[in-house]
Nanobody
């Protein structure tokens, strides 16, 4: 059974930083084909960052230069380092594998 468990969310002030983690189990893990999405209240889920099957990291325009996605195959974990956070980054952040398996999400709240 595939499980993705996110952690690291919380409350932070504008300009602050958080590091999200997503630990995978029950899957032959590769950081390729992993991704982060987010969903704010009343809005659709949107892509934040992903690593393609070829190992290229793709970022949404609104996080370029602020967020960095990385991973550790040995730990079966991917990370999302979020810097210079803004109130509009407030959302539930989800980890996905192959856009097929999803974690339960972790809340990120950025206060102004």
């Amino acid at each position: 059974q595939v499980q993705l468990v996110e952690s690291g969310g919380g409350l932070v002030q504008t300009g602050g930083s958080l590091r999200l983690s997503c630990a995978a189990s029950g899957i032959i893990f590769s950081i390729n084909n992993m991704g982060w999405y987010r969903q704010a209240p009343g809005k659709q889920r949107e892509l934040v960052a992903l690593i393609t099957s070829r190992g290229t990291t793709v970022y949404a325009e609104f996080v370029k230069g602020r967020f960095t996605m990385s991973g550790d195959n040995a730990k079966k974990t991917v990370y999302l380092q979020m810097n210079s956070l803004k109130p509009e980054d407030t959302a539930v952040y989800y980890c996905t594998a192959f856009n097929r398996y999803w974690g339960q999400g972790t809340q990120v709240t950025v206060s102004s």
